[in-house]
């Protein structure tokens, strides 16, 4: 039996309000995940990056903080995807002290 029908059948044996309180559960572990972010110590130095790219995020907030467009940035990152962008932007949204302090410290790079 794997994993889902497990859950299945613990599901069916659940009062209401316990599983209430498992959906809450789960919204909030997934709320937190960005699908086309990924952090790999072995890329960029574990800086969050787009999925499929070393692009961080750090560069595409700060290329729109300096008045690039999202079309700008798609023409000059030709790998990028417009869903890839919303999720950097949620991202940030997120982890906005976490951005704006790498994009601090590759200033001074």
């Known amino acids: 039996m794997d994993t889902l029908e497990k859950i299945k059948v613990l599901l069916t044996s659940m009062k209401h309000s316990e599983k ?6 789960i919204v909030s572990d997934i709320s937190d995940s960005f699908p086309n972010i990924e952090s790999n110590e072995n890329i960029c130095g574990g800086e969050p990056c787009i ?8 560069i595409l907030v700060q290329a729109r903080r300096l008045g690039a467009s999202e079309a700008d940035i798609l023409k000059c990152y030709p790998s990028l995807r417009s869903d890839d962008l919303v999720s950097a932007w949620n991202y940030c949204r997120s982890h906005k002290n976490e951005i704006y302090k790498q994009i601090r410290e590759n200033e001074k790079a």
């Not at 209430?20 to 559960?25: E, G």
């Open 20 to 25: 209430i309180q498992l959906l809450q559960w």
């Open 51 to 58: 999925v499929r790219t070393r692009i961080p995020v750090w």
